[in-house]
């Protein structure tokens, strides 16, 4: 299991990178793991208000459907649509796809560094 | 697999009609066909091979053993069938005069007392045509309840977060906004979570108890009054009824409305889309606001289906009810959790349940820890009983649990059933162990091997050109 130390995480398996006032989105190679196929994508649309700690979207994979929790509090200024058509990219490069990015930040969640995270994630395997 | 249109033969055909005796006329010019029909052009014995071929490739609770959690796949016994049969039920028209459907509205009236008796409510609609049609027209009597008191700021609904899919996506039909509470260790309702998700904007709670992790949740009466004093109502989903009916009573729960899935609990044919029977129950208070067929009932309400909703599934719930009878109906759900508890013990050498303790009519067991030590999963391991002539389990649910099974022998299996699943359950533990390889293309032996999910769910072939 990779966990970028550049990265930070959210408690529900978002990961987060924020560079000029931009808050990238993405889910964590834990959860598109824990997930299994990724199937389908449900993306907000650019505009949309986000708030940390609610669903944003979500991800059904061949299991289940799960919500995409937003990390940040803010608007969605781009979305990874990409995604639509190949959603598997989120199981073959879970860091290297994003699927939103927010701008005008307001508040954000308490999020974890790589070391912390990976301890969250042992701690929810056993 | 050969379609039946693919086995048409042009010209080729069977006499099944009786001869016209009337004279022949034509359809005005604007609604007759310009081309024939595309249906398929065969002989009686074809026909009847085809379907027979069909019959050979399914699996059904009449084949063996079906452990289906969540599901309730108990054998329905034939008389319920054959009372389904009837000809005075059968060849009745919902608007033929009263003096014709006395017998109708017996059973009707009748059915309704005994589910009113059993589920602990005061009236019942049989309108909606399954469980989530039922669910959904539940929440709609919380809704109209709350509306009519010119309550308006109630617009959410807890669910918890081992809930049947149906129920968050029910609140949210009904215009609700469904607010998630996690489970307690235990996989019960946490008294905590509960008491900071209510306050004045708390339309209802939805739940099922025993929950879906099969546990009786020991602190209802205390959840119920939580959810009445936040000025709530609470809605009882039927799913689980089979391990408590006759024993315990969702309106002395504290439930208000409850749905029951009758094609499941009192045993009719179901796990082929229906037709189904979601009757909702509720208490005076909310009476009059279910949905009844004016024709039928001559009441003035509203309606979610036409008539009496799917009337045979009723006269077999009602068969179903009188033959067991009191007695019976206690017994069937006792058994029910016997069954479950014993195969449980059973199974419980090799895998673990995710809960150890004694559950009522279904268990779960949770393979991640085996997963981790032999690569096989709880799909592999669902797949692998198919070869040895079981139905899998309910797999990945709920979603509380990681690497699921979740099982439900139910009432109607004997001991060596279950003697027999337990040996091929440590079979196939052992087999994980040892030589794990052909686990993960199982079956081999199916009519059909592993189909390919993710591509089915990625880019699914919905039509076929004939």
Not at chain 2, 7 to 35: H, N, Y
Not at chain 2, 329 to 339: R, S, T
Request: proline share 6%.
């Amino acid at each position: 299991m990779n966990y970028p130390k550049e990265l930070n995480y959210s408690k529900s398996h978002e990961w987060i990178k924020e560079e000029n006032g931009v808050a990238t989105v993405g889910i964590s190679d834990y959860a598109q793991d824990a997930l299994g196929d990724v199937v389908f994508v449900n993306l907000p649309a650019v505009g949309d208000a986000v708030t940390a700690g609610e669903a944003f979207g979500d991800v059904e994979s061949v299991k289940a459907v799960s919500d995409l929790v937003s990390p940040v509090s803010g608007t969605v200024c781009e979305i990874n649509e990409e995604l639509v058509d190949a959603p598997e990219k989120l199981n073959k490069d879970p860091y290297g796809t994003w699927i939103i990015k927010v701008n005008e930040i307001s508040d954000k969640e308490d999020l974890l560094n790589a070391e912390s995270y990976e301890a969250f994630c042992a701690q929810e395997a056993k | 697999m050969k379609l039946i249109f693919d086995k048409s033969v042009p010209g080729r055909s069977l006499s099944l009609l009786p001869k016209c005796d009337v004279e022949e006329t034509t359809l005005p010019k604007e609604f007759a066909r310009t081309k024939a029909p595309q249906l398929p052009e065969m002989s009686e014995t074809e026909v009847s091979r085809h379907y027979t071929e069909l019959c050979h490739h399914v699996y059904g609770v009449n084949c063996g053993f079906y452990p289906l959690g969540s599901c309730t796949m108990k054998y329905n016994p034939r008389i319920d069938e054959e009372m389904a049969q009837l000809p005075g039920f059968t060849s009745i028209h919902p608007l033929a005069p009263e003096y014709a459907t006395k017998g109708c509205h017996e059973v009707l009236d009748t059915a309704r007392k005994m589910l009113c008796a059993i589920s602990g409510m005061d009236d019942m609609t049989f309108q909606p045509a399954a469980g989530a049609h039922g669910e959904f027209t539940g929440v709609l009597l919380i809704k109209k309840y709350h509306d009519a008191r010119g309550d308006k700021k109630r617009t959410k609904i807890i669910v918890p977060d081992s809930a049947h899919g149906t129920n968050p996506a029910t609140a949210a039909m009904c215009g609700f906004q469904v607010v998630n509470i996690a489970s307690a260790p235990n996989g019960c309702v946490d008294l905590e979570a509960l008491k900071a998700a209510l306050g004045d904007d708390t339309a209802g709670l939805m739940l099922t108890n025993p929950n879906t992790v099969g546990i009786f949740d020991e602190n209802i009466l205390e959840i119920t009054k939580l959810v009445h004093e936040a000025g709530g109502l609470c809605y009882y989903d039927g799913a689980n009824l089979n391990a408590v009916m006759g024993v315990v009573r969702p309106g002395d729960m504290g439930f208000d409305c409850i749905h029951m899935n009758l094609h499941k609990t009192f045993a009719t044919p179901h796990g082929g889309g229906g037709p189904g029977a979601g009757a909702v129950g509720c208490k005076n208070f909310l009476k009059e606001f279910l949905p009844h067929s004016t024709l039928m009932d001559g009441k003035e309400s509203s309606q979610v289906r036409s008539f009496a909703g799917n009337f045979l599934v009723v006269v077999r719930a009602l068969t179903y009810i009188l033959t067991l009878g009191r007695e019976g109906v206690k017994e069937a759900a006792v058994n029910a959790v016997l069954n479950a508890n014993y195969l449980q013990e059973r199974i419980k050498g090799s895998f673990k349940p995710a809960y150890d303790r004694i559950c009522m009519h279904e268990f779960v067991l949770d393979l991640s820890e085996f997963k981790k030590e032999t690569g096989v999963s709880a799909l592999d391991i669902a797949k692998s009983l198919i070869d040895r002539g079981m139905h899998p389990p309910t797999m990945y649910f709920p979603l509380i649990v990681h690497e699921a099974l979740m099982l439900e022998p139910t009432e109607t299996e004997s001991k060596e059933t279950l003697d027999m699943a337990a040996e091929v359950f440590h079979d196939l533990y052992k087999q994980a162990h040892t030589n794990p390889e052909p686990m993960h293309s199982a079956p081999h032996n199916a009519y059909i091997g592993r189909p390919d999910e993710v591509r089915a769910a990625r880019t699914p072939v919905l039509q076929k050109k004939l």
